[in-house]
């Protein structure tokens, strides 16, 4: 069983930075894909970025490309998301995921949710 658990979410001016954080517990952490989605009332859960097992690959969605960066540190079990230029249609909460199987944008593709961490852009 993997638990996982976010925190740095928070409220944030439009064109400021946030860096989200997602601790997991385990001795298999370096053994997962690690993927970042969000959700916004009303909407689907949808793909924000994805992180390899080591590291080397990362892919990002349209939407925050060249304002989020993904990153993980294997020796603390932590991914990582800094977000920078925020918008207000950022607004979303944002969850963690690990899985290893099918599609690296799609939610059922991840086995282990953490329970989310909430950020808010204002105009």
């Known amino acids: 069983q993997v638990q996982l658990v976010e925190s740095g979410g928070g409220l944030v001016q439009a064109g400021g930075s946030l860096r989200l954080s997602c601790t997991t517990s385990g001795r298999t952490f370096s053994t997962y894909r690690m993927g970042w989605f969000r959700q916004a009332p009303g909407k689907e859960r949808e793909f924000v970025s994805v992180?390899?097992?080591?590291?080397?690959?990362?892919y990002i969605a349209d939407s925050v490309k060249g304002r989020f960066t993904i990153s993980r540190d294997n020796n603390r079990n932590t991914i990582y998301l800094q977000m920078n230029n925020m918008k207000p249609d950022d607004t979303a909460a944002y969850y963690c995921a690990a899985g290893n199987s099918g599609l690296y944008n799609l939610p059922r593709s991840y086995d282990y949710w953490g329970q989310g961490t909430q950020v808010t852009v204002s105009s």
């Open positions: 992180i390899g097992r080591s590291g080397d690959i990362t």
